[in-house]
């Protein structure tokens, strides 16, 4: 190894300097003092900084570090330091529910996978984050389970007179064997104002027209097709079926009752409203026929009542005079997007909606991504279609459509040409599916027409589009019916929802990761718990507090416990603890209420996102209280922005003592029994990890050129208990 004596300006004794630059530098001693040795010469900050060792080597806890997955599988740089520096690694967003869980509620695993299989490797544990938040959510998903029930209305005019039924009179029905009572009840239909026929069997009742309601005469067009159905639920297991007169060939015929795919005697019920729809072909009826009567047998079971909502039990004649002529040649989207074009917006803004909450009916919706919003140009995401034929001029059209978003957003139609265009009025749309209809008179020579959805960013899901021009016969099929789901059905189902998730995360990776932020951010700064109501309009903000209520977190914490391993360390998680210390006594409060309820949390992470001029004073209270706990105590996501990506040398100097300042802090007041450790939330200064979490800044240890800041002295000194360099010498390592 080989030495260079680097001798600094220190006294003019030390040294003698020529008036001439092409003369050599001597050096000489004072005879008071002797031999001036490399070891006692001073170094430079940035020498010093270049000879500390890695920073888990200071650490007597374990030592994080905040990542981005794809920028520590892609970037050699980044992964070496990260690999090199640190114990543990926490993903900033791979992990959590919106980057893994699709429109289906699948959850795709296999790029976390890859990365724990990298990291394991490397010898670096995972910390997982986060299970349930309010952020990061796949919103669209969770708010689609619990979003109204659209029920579509009829494949065209009803031909029953359904007002005996809903008046209570039962005129020209047959209650041929009523069991303890076939009535009209009001508001116990599919929506609270729609009336329901009761019908209930009585305690004997064991076949099936033991309990049996009889329609009135339907007519029949021969070499017609008909279809029946009707909405049922009951309030115990039943089971039904539809029988006919001799009208029909097969007076008991099995069928495909619910669309299961199998022909079957009945139908079985349950406490969930469910359809039932037959067809009837022109070969079923007996020749000769002209009427026809269909009975709703349900006495199979004794003690059972039913419900049939009154305002969906129909007969369509299939083949009667069709309804509206469609003027737009894939309105219902079944096959895919064909027809339809991006006229403005990003490249990817159209694309064929897919998922049971993505598509209204059918196979197929359109989806349309606008990134953008902006108020005064509705056509900057413009998608358009052309008509079957051009409008004519002076006659009325009608385009009607069904729509929602993932979060609320704005749409209006508008006519093609531009030189001929009509638009209508902005239209606001939701998460729920809502049928919209524009009505306006043609000018005459209009080809197409579009929506513009350029108002609010957002995406949108828009299916069975109709326009027509109201010359055409026939009735067509009923309005769809919107069901809204019960406060009770809501908590059921995001509490599956819950479950699903935590219990597949926590099964997953068992043997991958052992230690977990269960619950982020459940407080406000006030110091009371989040309710849902904060009114946040994020696509990717879904509240589980606001459906499962104060025992949101206690259900969490049980389930990861249960799905987990016994000694998984399983954490709670916020910010502002060190600034709002009302904060911090809620979270502490909401802790042992958690564990009130016979749910066990390990540990309490503090974010600590910092400044320069945060409160010293409030940061040791703050490790105080939390210590007071008895909890393990993790600093989460420590980072300390200057408000600047240029930072001059005091700032930077700044920055390094107070990174030092926290951990000297946290090491005095956190027993070591109670500290888990500390992660630093990001590697580097560099524009890749700042696209979102804090642009144009300088918080972190490394610059933007990968070189270990004065920050990196700063942390490894709070790590060590010591200046590390004051054990430096002057000799320098030439490589």
């Known amino acids: 190894m080989k030495y260079k004596y680097i001798l600094p ?16 530098m001597e050096w000489g001693k004072d005879p008071e003092h002797g031999e001036v040795t490399g070891a006692e010469l001073p170094l430079a900050l940035v020498e010093k900084i270049s000879r500390y060792e890695p920073l888990k080597n200071y650490s007597d806890f374990s030592l994080g570090n905040g990542i981005g997955i794809s920028l520590y599988m892609s970037d050699a740089n980044y992964r070496k330091i990260v690999n090199e520096n640190f114990d543990e690694v926490t993903p900033g967003y791979e992990m959590k529910h919106g980057a893994m869980v699709n429109a289906k509620g699948e959850i795709n695993f296999t790029n976390v996978d890859a990365f724990i299989a990298a990291t394991k490797s490397a010898g670096l544990k995972v910390f997982g984050h986060t299970l349930v938040w309010h952020s990061n959510q796949n919103a669209s998903y969770l708010n689609g389970i619990i979003a109204p029930t659209v029920i579509p209305g009829s494949s065209g005019t009803n031909v029953l007179d359904l007002a005996p039924i809903k008046n209570g009179t039962f005129t020209g029905w047959a209650r041929n064997n009523p069991g303890k009572g076939i009535t009209t009840v009001a508001n116990s239909g599919l929506t609270s104002s729609s009336a329901a026929i009761q019908l209930a069997s009585s305690a004997t009742s064991s076949l099936a027209y033991n309990l049996q309601l009889t329609s009135p005469n339907v007519p029949i067009v021969t070499g017609h097709n008909y279809e029946i159905s009707f909405y049922i639920k ?49 070969g079923d009826f007996k020749a000769g026929s002209t009427t026809f009567q269909f009975n709703l047998d349900l006495g199979y079971l004794p003690n059972v009542t039913y419900l ?28 895919g997007i064909t027809g339809w074009s991006r006229a403005n917006g990003a490249a990817d803004a159209l694309s064929a909606g897919t998922g049971a909450s993505n598509v209204y009916e059918g196979s197929g919706s359109m989806k349309v991504v606008n990134a953008t919003s902006d108020a005064a140009n509705q056509w900057k995401t413009q998608i358009q279609t052309t008509f079957t034929s051009a409008l004519v001029a002076g006659k009325n059209y009608t385009i009607s459509y069904m729509i929602r978003s993932e979060a609320a957003g704005s749409v209006r139609c508008s006519t093609t040409p531009s030189s001929l265009a009509n638009y209508q009025t902005d ?4 998460t729920t599916w809502k049928q919209l209809e524009w009505k306006f008179t043609a000018k005459g ?9 350029g108002r609010a960013a957002g995406t949108y899901y828009i299916d069975n589009v109709l326009v027509t021009d109201g010359s055409s016969s026939g009735t067509g099929p009923t309005a769809p019916i919107t069901i809204e789901k019960t406060d009770a059905e809501k908590t059921k189902i995001i509490g599956d929802a819950m479950t699903n998730w935590i219990s597949k995360m926590m099964t997953h990776y068992k043997t991958g990761v052992f230690s977990w932020d269960v619950v982020n951010e459940p407080m406000k700064e006030d110091g009371t718990l989040r309710n849902g109501t904060e009114g946040d309009t994020a696509t990717d903000y879904f509240s589980w507090v606001k459906y499962l209520g104060k025992d949101y977190a206690v259900s969490a914490f049980k389930l990861a416990r249960q799905y987990g391993n016994a000694t998984d360390k399983l954490f709670i998680n916020d910010y502002n603890l060190e600034s709002r210390l009302d904060k911090c006594d809620g ?19 503090t974010q600590m996102h910092i400044g320069l001029t945060t409160d010293k004073d409030k940061i040791v209270q703050m490790f105080q209280k939390l ?7 993790k600093i989460s996501e420590l980072d300390i922005r200057l408000g600047t990506a240029t930072p001059t040398v005091v700032q930077q100097a700044s920055q390094a003592e107070m990174y030092q300042y926290v951990i000297d802090m946290y090491k005095k007041h956190i027993p070591a029994a109670q500290q888990y450790g ?19 800044e300088s918080p972190n240890l490394w610059d933007a050129n990968y070189v270990r800041k004065h920050a990196y002295k700063g942390t490894a000194d709070g790590l060590a208990g010591k200046d590390v360099s004051l054990g430096f010498s002057g000799e320098l390592v030439k490589p």
């Open 9 to 24: 300006i220190i006294a003019s004794s030390l040294m003698i300097l020529s008036s001439c630059d092409d003369n050599l």
């Open 234 to 282: 009951s309030d115990i297991a039943g089971k039904g079926r539809i029988s006919f007169n001799a009208s029909l060939n097969a007076q008991y015929p099995y069928k495909d009752w619910m669309n299961t795919g199998t022909g079957t005697e009945a139908f079985a019920t349950t406490s969930s409203w469910q359809q039932v729809k037959i067809k009837l072909a022109p």
């Open 308 to 335: 049939i909502d009154a305002n969906t039990l129909a007969v369509v004649d299939l083949d009667a005079a069709t309804g509206p002529v469609n003027l737009v040649a894939n309105g219902n989207f079944n096959s």
């Open 427 to 430: 239209e606001l749309t939701s």
């Open 445 to 453: 020579g209009e080809t197409g027409f579009g929506f513009d959805l």
């Open 587 to 605: 979270l502490i409060e909401y802790v042992k209420y958690i564990e009130s309820k016979g749910a066990t949390v390990d540990g309490i992470g």
């Open 627 to 633: 210590a007071a706990s008895g909890k393990l105590i």
């Open 678 to 696: 500390i992660t630093i939330w990001g590697v580097s200064d560099n524009s890749k990890e700042h696209e979102y979490w804090l642009p144009n």
